[in-house]
Each structure stands twice: as structure tokens, then as C-alpha cells.
């Protein structure tokens, strides 16, 4: 966890969530994120750089 809080609001009665500042510095956020905007290269959670493979599983397994 990363010290989140849900509250809800007041008027509304929807709920939200807080979340500290320091979630931005995470290696594991960082990394989802460079990988949804199709980054190739990223850091895992240890920071070891890896290179995301170009081929997807159906292209490199070809049913037969």
C-alpha cells in the first residue's frame, strides 16, 4: 500500500480517493505507465532496464 485514503464527498456522496505525492516516484507506476504509452524501453520493479518484445504471443506462437 501506498498510503491512500478513500473519503467521500459531502454533497454528492461519491467516493474518491486521496493519494500522497510520493506515488509519483514509484518504479511500478513508472513502469505501467511507460508501458501503456508503448515506451520501449522500461524499468522493472529491481530498476533493471528490459526491452518490450516486438512480436505478441499469436505472432510468435502461429497456431499450426
Same mark, same amino acid.
Given at each position: ?23 509519483? @516516484? ?14 520501449? @524501453? ?23
Amino acid at each position: 500500500m501506498q498510503g491512500e485514503e478513500q473519503d467521500e464527498n459531502k454533497k454528492s456522496g461519491v467516493s474518491y480517493v486521496w493519494w500522497p505525492s510520493s506515488i509519483i @516516484e514509484s518504479k511500478v507506476l513508472l513502469n505501467l505507465i511507460n508501458q501503456i504509452k508503448g515506451n520501449v @524501453e522500461s524499468v522493472d520493479s529491481k530498476g533493471l532496464n528490459f526491452e518490450r518484445e516486438s512480436q505478441g504471443f499469436r505472432e510468435k506462437y502461429i497456431a499450426k
